[in-house]
């Protein structure tokens, strides 16, 4: 199975700030990664496909990047609805695997 | 617009069975898989495995392979996940989202709110 690794797993951040996490596969999977925003008590909410396409409807503050392995999500001006947990997902091959997540918190 | 809607949460003792419904609208059901996925309490994302809508042809994660059961009623367009042999680590919500494509990439885009299943003796 792909290993997927977020990082970090956790963030202190301010409304306005710019705010970046990673997240690394442990074999290539050329740009088949997806992000999702979680908040408590919801479903996930796609962000973001194959590495970097926005989902419609999604803030353009928003973007991703990467391919082979590592891959980055950036919010480039923090607002207060995005405080949520953020989770990558491999899907370049079965089983799908997602990482650990990384909550975003205010500071 | 594009709904799933999954059955509510339900407590069931370890060695059982428990069979949770999605329910989709607003699309052919025809035309997409459905994914199944949990999480466990303050944990993170789990996927279990697909169904196709039309053909009803399924693909399990083999951690569950031997426990789980997806099948389709194409005539209410709902999607079924049943896990037998429960155990409290099974414990989680458990959630079922349609499968998108754009070229060859692939995706949950829309998404059930969710079911809570609770194994507890």
């Known amino acids: 199975d792909i290993q997927m690794t977020q990082s970090p797993s956790s963030l202190s951040a301010s409304v306005g700030d710019r705010v970046t996490i990673t997240c690394r596969a442990s074999e290539t999977i050329t740009r088949y990664l997806n992000w999702y925003q979680q908040k408590p008590g919801k479903a996930p909410e796609l962000l973001i496909y194959?590495?970097?396409n926005l989902q419609n409807g999604v803030p353009s503050r928003f973007s991703g990047s990467g391919s082979g392995t590592d891959f980055t999500l950036t919010i480039s001006s923090l607002q207060p609805e995005d405080f949520a947990t953020y989770y990558c997902?491999?899907?370049?091959?079965?089983?799908?695997?997602f990482g650990q997540g990384t909550k975003v918190e205010v500071k | 617009q594009v709904h799933l809607v999954q059955s509510g949460a339900e407590v069931k003792k370890p060695g059982a069975s428990v069979k949770v419904s999605c329910k989709a609208s607003?699309?052919?059901?025809?035309?997409?898989?459905i994914h199944w996925l949990r999480q466990a309490p303050g944990q993170g994302l789990e996927w279990m495995g697909w169904?196709?809508?039309?053909?009803?042809?399924?693909r399990y994660a083999e951690k569950f392979q031997v426990r789980v059961t997806m099948t389709r009623e194409t005539s209410i367009s709902t999607t079924y996940l049943e896990l037998s042999g429960l155990r409290h680590d099974d414990t989680a919500v458990y959630y079922c989202?349609?499968?998108?494509?754009?070229?060859?990439?692939?995706?949950?885009?829309?998404w059930g709110q969710g079911t809570l299943i609770t194994v507890s003796s």
């Open positions: 194959a590495s970097s």
């Open positions: 607003g699309y052919n059901f025809n035309d997409n898989y």
């Open positions: 169904i196709n809508g039309k053909s009803g042809a399924t």
């Open positions: 997902q491999q899907s370049s091959s079965f089983p799908w695997t």
């Open positions: 989202a349609r499968l998108d494509s754009d070229w060859d990439a692939e995706y949950l885009q829309y």
